[in-house]
């Protein structure tokens, strides 16, 4: 069955630091889409990064890096130089169902990152 | 683009009551609208599936008769909370989906936090 999981539920770092937080999916269909969104407190989901399954390419967006591995079903997310900001809830998300056409997501269940001044 | 709107924000209500949440696309036309469920510290979680002019499709477990979902037009969808009671409380965020485009992306609103008293 498909699934998304996201093994740490909390990290702490130290501003500055360097953190990865690690996804790891299940999925039977060839075609499908990843996503990363963050969740401040204030609750409203970011967009963070979009991958399709035939792309492996990784992925550096300023301070963020993403690593999209097939072979271990994994799609980490690095932040580098980690700031208090980037204190959130960070959720990993599978979007599949090409054959049935539903396009679900099927989401992590999260891990809150905390930044430490 | 790509802006999908909540109305309320949040909002309070007494036991018993009925409170509607809009969801509104504000750039595009969404074939499809997804509500989702997220209580404290939890992941989203799925509730329904509208497309345009048809009937929701419910997520195993959820009430349909207490969740009453309206996508009446392409930029509007409505989920009327029934007879709510305090374990209603949580937050509700929809994402609207465009056909045709980007048919595995989900646009997110920012979310109506309900709170039955």
């Known amino acids: 069955a498909q699934k998304v999981t996201q093994a740490q539920t909390e990290i702490s770092v130290v501003e500055k630091e360097d953190v990865t937080l690690d996804c790891v999916y299940e999925?039977?269909?060839?075609?499908?889409?990843l996503f990363w969104y963050k969740q401040p407190p204030s609750g409203e989901l970011v967009f963070l990064i979009r991958?399709?399954?035939?792309?492996?390419q990784n992925e550096i967006s300023g301070r963020y890096s993403w690593n999209f591995q097939k072979s271990t079903s994994s799609f980490n997310f690095t932040i580098t130089a980690s700031q208090v900001v980037d204190s959130a809830v960070y959720f990993c998300?599978?979007?599949?169902?090409?054959?049935?056409?539903?396009?679900?997501?099927?989401f992590g269940t999260g891990t809150r990152l905390k930044v430490l001044a | 683009g790509a802006v999908v709107s909540q109305h309320p924000s949040w909002v309070i209500c007494k036991s018993g009551t009925s409170v509607k949440i809009e969801c509104r696309s504000l750039?595009?036309?969404?074939?499809?609208m997804f509500w989702y469920r997220q209580f404290p510290k939890q992941s989203l979680m799925l509730m329904a599936t509208?497309?345009?002019?048809?009937?929701?499709?419910?997520e195993q477990g959820v009430e349909k008769d207490k969740f009453l979902i309206n996508h009446a037009s392409l930029t509007l969808s409505t989920l009327t909370v029934t007879s709510a009671h305090p374990e209603d409380s949580s937050f509700y965020i929809c994402?609207?989906?465009?056909?045709?485009?980007?048919?595995?992306?989900?646009?997110f609103g920012p979310g109506t936090r309900l709170t039955v008293t």
């Open positions: 994402s609207a989906r465009t056909l045709p485009g980007n048919y595995y992306e989900q646009y």
């Open positions: 999925t039977r269909d060839t075609t499908y889409y």
């Open positions: 991958r399709n399954s035939f792309d492996e």
């Open positions: 998300a599978l979007s599949e169902g090409v054959n049935s056409g539903t396009y679900k997501y099927i």
């Open positions: 750039d595009f036309q969404a074939t499809t």
């Open positions: 509208s497309n345009e002019g048809s009937k929701a499709t419910y």
